[in-house]
């Protein structure tokens, strides 16, 4: 009896404490959806309302005008749209005192019972913490409790809304009446009470419960495990699509710039060969298109990278001096060929040298730039950079870019740094692209920490500003040359399997006065070097048999044969993507070369690689 007793009064107590945790849930849902719906509301009526238009009710005698009824129409019908809502309204803070403006009971039949509406700048003396939390922050809330208006309990949810322009205004809030929510819920109390008077009932069958609920819990701990167990296979799945996506994004580049290296070398090697000018103007555009191409394919797979979260910048020390040098040196053709006026200019006080990804930096640039001279078709372009501060070893940098081209409307300002979006007046103006220029330039700024921003107007040109933060460098010095001291004819031995490449690669080394060797994987680059002397290896990255790489480790082990370990070795590769360069070093490379190549690129890679500081260099060295 005992033990009946204690189960009786525990399953008692336990159905107690069940039914008020359900009691307190059903209210809780009932205003989780009641606060849901008046946020739901309160945003809708927010986007409704013309902020432009609010801005000018500024006077209890603008009541009943036009502009008022137009402003006042949106909330009128939001209050209609439901039997709940009591009223719809938005207020101003002014010198931090709110004030009513618009009151969706103005003129409404309904006002005797809802109450009068306020007249427009009415003063809100009541304390609310809700929305002057809203005025604040500018983000949608709604009251967590109701509040007591004398029988009534409502709640109330509150917006903000802006202009045109985007500029905040004021407040849109939403009161609803909760009579059918406390009827609801008096219904609840009172099955609650019935219940609970049922108990001894519900305690003969507490067995059967127990039961059925242990079956219940079993079957829902198995669909959790097999949910589990499924986000696991998606998640394994997701990651094999990005290893997949990467692989076929380096196959791509490396399969795209492989003919691109032959159609761009037979270009080079035209034009070096005194072609009449009609021939020149041709190879200039075969040239100019393949390049235009390769910028194209350089822009969707930085693109690629930056959304997939794996582009890295690489700091080291440079002279701002030279960066900009290089710019007007890669700028001024276009420049020449439009008739524009280039100029680019440098404050006094920059520092010598900064610490950064110099590459990003000019690739931004450059995008700018030649954005720039794509749109002038008369004027100026102007590069420059200013310091704006240097303090604790840091130098704020302002980069800008201005021009007197066509400009941009204002209501084209929000989609300028959208992907694959070409603004309408710039594809009627010039056409082409992929879209990505300014993306790509947007996400890099972001990714050193700085912020980009552009001025403009139609017909007004654009002034396009980025600021960056960089740690100040020791001066260096980063003259380059990229006509080499003459040097020897060198017997390079040459590591290519494209039939293409090599034809390519052979004529473009014998009209710079050396003497190739062409051999077509790995196997047979470490063969020749075991069997004669070479001044220079050039080694393509992919090849059958034996890789590039792997020769590469294998030739400065000194373990395979060759007589001269030490010897020189340029990647020339059309493996061009993020990581691949350093692969190409850490195997034992001196230098790297990504395809397409020119002549002028190859001249400047054996030279770098030939001088070591001096004019004979490492060659002279690994003779």
Partial sequence: ?????????????????????????????????????????????AVQVDGDLHRSLTSPALAGTADHLRALAPLIRIHRAAIDIVDVYTGVLIDGQIYWVLDSRFGSPSSQEDGAADPIMTAYKDPDAVLQQVFETQVPAADIEPRRDGQHAYMSAFAPFFDRSGK???????????????????????????????????????????????????????????????????AAEAQAAGRAKSSFLAMMSHEIRT????????????????????QRKLLDILAASGESLLRIINDILDFSKIEAERLELRPRPFELQGLLEEMEHLLRPQAHDKQVKLVVEAADDLPVAVD?????????????????????????????????????????LAFRVRDTGIGIESEALPHLFMPFVQLADAARHRGGGTGLGLVISQKLVNLMGGTISVETGRHQGSCFTFIVDLPLADTISTTTTNTVSPLNALSILVAEDNSVNQTIVEA?????????????????VLTALAQEDFDLVLMD?????????????LLRAGSSGVRNPRIPVIALTANAMEGDRESCLAAGMDDF?????????LRAAIGRVGKGGSPEGKIAAAR
């Fill in 259 to 278: 003919p691109m290296n032959g159609i761009l070398g037979v270009a080079d090697l035209l034009r070096g060969m005194s072609p009449d000018p009609k």
């Fill in 356 to 396: 950064g990804d110099r590459q990003r930096l000019a690739q931004v640039l450059m995008n700018l730039g030649t954005n720039a001279l794509k749109f002038t078709d008369r004027g100026e372009v102007r590069m420059g950079v200013r310091l704006l501060e240097s303090t604790a070893g840091r130098a704020r």
């Fill in 593 to 601: 070369v990504a395809k397409p190549v020119g002549i002028a690129a």
């Fill in 1 to 45: 009896m005992r033990d009946a007793f204690l189960a009786a009064l525990i399953t008692f107590v336990c159905s107690a404490i069940g039914l008020t945790i359900i009691y307190v849930r059903a209210r809780d849902a009932q205003m989780d959806g009641v606060r849901r719906e008046l946020l739901q509301l309160a945003r809708t009526s």
């Fill in 508 to 524: 473009m080394l014998r009209q710079l006065g050396h003497l190739p060797t062409l051999v077509a994987n790995g196997r047979e």
């Fill in 168 to 234: 905040f205004v004021g407040v849109v809030g939403v009161d609803m009446v909760l009579d059918a929510i406390d009827a609801r819920m008096t219904s609840i109390r009172a099955a609650f009470a019935a219940a609970l008077a049922a108990v001894s009932i519900l305690s003969l069958i507490a067995g059967a419960v127990a039961l059925h609920l242990r079956r219940v819990s079993a079957g829902i701990v198995k669909k959790l495990r097999a949910a589990r167990a499924q986000a696991e296979l998606n």
């Fill in 541 to 553: 990255c992919n090849m059958p048999v034996m890789d590039g790489l792997d020769a590469t480790r």
